[in-house]
């Protein structure tokens, strides 16, 4: 496997070397630290414009609306079953 060799600050070699695991190596650390940054969805939410996220924050508001009407019909329609009604 190919190697490179890079250069970063102490400061960032000591945050980096409490990260590490049991027998970890430093590739091995970075690399799982890596891979926990870019599963999380957090790392990718400012990829929308302030109009696209609007305007998906709208649509989440409007179908959380309609989840709550769809409920509060099959609410009813359990009601009038449990009372005898339909």
Same mark, same amino acid.
């Given at each position: 496997m190919a190697s490179k060799n890079i250069a970063i600050k102490e400061d960032v070699y000591e945050r980096l070397k409490?990260?590490?695991r049991g027998g970890e190596s430093f590739s091995e650390t970075l690399d799982r630290l890596?891979? @926990?940054l870019d599963s $999380?969805?957090?790392t990718n939410a400012g990829f929308l414009t $302030? +109009? @696209?996220?609007a @305007?998906? +924050?709208a649509e989440v508001v409007r179908g959380l609306e309609d989840?709550? +009407?769809s409920f509060d019909g099959l609410g009813d329609e359990? $009601? +009038?079953r449990l009372s005898g009604e339909s």
């Open positions: 409490a990260h590490k890596l891979h @926990e $999380d969805w957090r $302030d +109009e @696209e996220a @305007e998906l +924050e989840l709550g +009407e359990i $009601d +009038e």
